[in-house]
């Protein structure tokens, strides 16, 4: 039998410190994955994309995940897919998750983890870029670093200030304006050109960028990436799909992964003038430390439904 976990299943199941503390784990065990995941994307004959994470592992669970995506930028949602949670035994399939609240949780969370080690001031944080994404940071944040003042920017002066009254916060009318007045902003746009450059930012500042999580989206420039210190979470693939290869930049331009960062590796921020930016393209296996929990509460509390798809 093959349990069957929708959104509503997930919103009700997943708790940010949980999936804080699971994701934060996953960071500091990841370097002992024996299988490295894999990230592929196709284009289609359609205004849309297809993309598949394989496999979400992590050490001492016998189990992984595949998640499967199509990213359609002019669809309401824009992202839907699904994620298969299989034994590690046999194969079987145990469940089948709605991927587009997998995937806004782990990404929303990991980059407010990433967000809260590197940044110097979140007294005043900047958002650009209103969607689900944005709202699962700032849910993290809420748990980790919590802020007093914030300021949005979106293409959609709507959705900007639907986002402003839901968190508290101010509209302002461009990405410049709002680095002019956070210390540390948050980016998760679908832009295919530089929002922020060097010039834009100062001396102390903390920017996360999430947009450049796939060929020709990118966020910040190429400047402000060198003048950083610059963490990815994987090297290899920021410099291939994320915002290394946006800027034209090769994998060694990454000071640190958030992992070497998380385990002691790597120092992280170097002093309170440092400009510091996070810039991950999302693993296979952070799927699957969100997948997991779920599926783990679902079974103790009897969430979602069961089929049998081989019936």
Not at 107 to 127: I, R
Request: proline residues 5%.
């Amino acid at each position: 039998m093959t349990l069957l976990l929708s959104r509503s299943d997930l919103e009700s199941l997943l708790d940010p410190g949980a999936c804080l503390a699971a994701l934060r784990d996953g960071f500091r065990r990841d370097a002992k994955t024996a299988v490295p995941g894999q990230r592929v994307r196709t284009d289609l004959p359609f205004p849309g994309t297809a993309t598949a994470l394989i496999p979400g592992l992590l050490p001492g669970i016998e189990a992984y995940t595949v998640k499967v995506n199509a990213k359609f930028p002019g669809a309401r949602p824009a992202l839907r897919g699904v994620v298969c949670l299989h034994s590690g035994a046999d194969g079987e399939l145990l469940a089948l998750l709605d991927s587009a609240t997998v995937t806004a949780w782990r990404t929303g969370l990991a980059a407010a983890l990433g967000t809260a080690v590197l940044a110097a001031d979140t007294d005043t944080v900047g958002v650009v870029g209103a969607g689900a994404q944005a709202d699962l940071m700032l849910r993290g944040l809420a748990v980790l670093r919590p802020w007093r003042d914030l300021v949005v920017h979106d293409s959609d002066p709507e959705r900007a200030a639907a986002f402003a009254a839901r968190h508290g916060g101010r509209v302002l009318d461009s990405a410049a304006e709002v680095a002019a007045a956070a210390g540390t902003v948050l980016l998760a746009t679908w832009s295919r050109t530089p929002l922020l450059r060097l010039a834009d930012t100062r001396a102390g500042q903390h920017l996360t960028s999430l947009g450049a999580d796939e060929p020709g989206k990118q966020e910040l420039a190429a400047d402000l990436l060198g003048a950083a210190l610059l963490v990815v979470d994987d090297r290899e693939t920021a410099a291939r799909t994320g915002a290394l290869a946006a800027a034209g930049l090769p994998a060694s331009a990454a000071d640190a992964t958030l992992g070497e960062v998380l385990r002691g590796d790597h120092p992280g921020r170097p002093d309170a003038t440092a400009r510091t930016v996070y810039a991950p393209v999302g693993l296979p296996w952070q799927d699957f430390a969100l997948a997991w929990a779920a599926y783990e509460r679902a079974e103790r509390e009897g969430t979602g439904r069961r089929v049998d798809l081989l019936g």
